[in-house]
């Protein structure tokens, strides 16, 4: 069974960079079909898609966020990690890291989720 868990420091300093890891277990992130994706829910808000890295190891962004995200992986550890630069209290929130099938864009396994608090 595919199971991802996700790592990192659950507090951050304003203006500092998030670092975020996934550990995917039961399937490769190479794999065809899939692509990998960081989702966030700050308090009280809704689901907001981060980005992917596809199976080949291209990563794809939210207009929104893209100007402060980066996704990469190693695959030699399975893993793919987001890196949020410049973070404020508004990216306060329950951090996700899941699989997206490429035929429904839907996520069907997913991480239990990190908090990730932004403070001094």
């Known amino acids: 069974q595919v199971q991802l868990q996700e790592s990192g420091p659950g507090l951050v300093k304003p203006s500092q960079t998030l670092s975020l890891t996934c550990t995917v277990s039961?399937?490769?992130?190479?794999?065809?079909?899939?692509?990998w994706s960081w989702i966030r829910q700050p308090p009280g808000k809704g689901v907001e898609w981060i980005g992917y890295?596809?199976?080949?190891?291209?990563?794809y962004y939210s207009p929104s966020l893209k100007s402060r995200t980066s996704i990469s992986r190693d695959t030699s550890k399975n893993q793919f990690t987001l890196q949020l630069s410049s973070v404020t209290p508004e990216d306060i929130a329950i951090y996700y890291c899941?699989?997206?099938?490429?035929?429904?864009?839907?996520?069907?396994?997913w991480g239990q989720g990190t908090q990730v608090t932004v403070s001094e």
């Open positions: 899941a699989r997206m099938n490429t035929d429904y864009h839907y996520p069907d396994y």
């Open positions: 039961g399937g490769s992130i190479t794999a065809n079909n899939y692509y």
């Open positions: 890295i596809n199976s080949v190891g291209s990563p």
